[in-house]
């Protein structure tokens, strides 16, 4: 099976960085697409950031200049840099990938959601 993990997360003085990986395993045949979210408390999801596998990219308006998205095609891993954090950046980051995987000897289109990895931003 397809499964997505993160990691990177932690605790950072407001002004800091963190860079968040997401990687993707499994009988991946093709990565299409990989989203961040990210959930505060007692907020809803929003989203981040894409990158496709074209390369195509974006982040949202509130982190843009601040974030940056990049991917590793090799080894089917996403990055998401995060620059000058600020204490509303503090948030539950999960990715989410549209896969194309082997799956029973067939190509499979996949939604896939890693478990999230938490960020801190606290003097």
């Known amino acids: 099976q397809v499964q997505l993990v993160e990691s990177g997360g932690g605790l950072v003085q407001p002004g800091g960085s963190l860079r968040l990986s997401c990687a993707a395993s499994?009988?991946?045949?093709?990565?299409?697409?990989m989203d961040w979210y990210r959930q505060a408390p007692g907020k809803e999801r929003e989203v981040v950031g894409f990158?496709?596998?074209?390369?195509?990219?974006s982040v949202a308006d509130s982190v843009k200049g601040r974030f940056t998205i990049s991917r590793d095609n090799v080894n089917n891993t996403v990055f998401l840099q995060l620059n000058s954090l600020k204490p509303e950046d503090a948030a539950v980051y999960s990715c989410?990938?549209?896969?194309?995987?082997?799956?029973?000897?067939?190509?499979?289109?996949?939604?896939?959601w890693g478990q999230g990895t938490l960020v801190t931003v606290s003097s």
């Open positions: 989410k990938a549209q896969i194309v995987a082997q799956i029973e000897g067939r190509a499979r289109s996949l939604e896939v």
């Open positions: 499994g009988s991946i045949l093709s990565l299409i697409s």
């Open positions: 990158i496709t596998n074209t390369g195509r990219k």
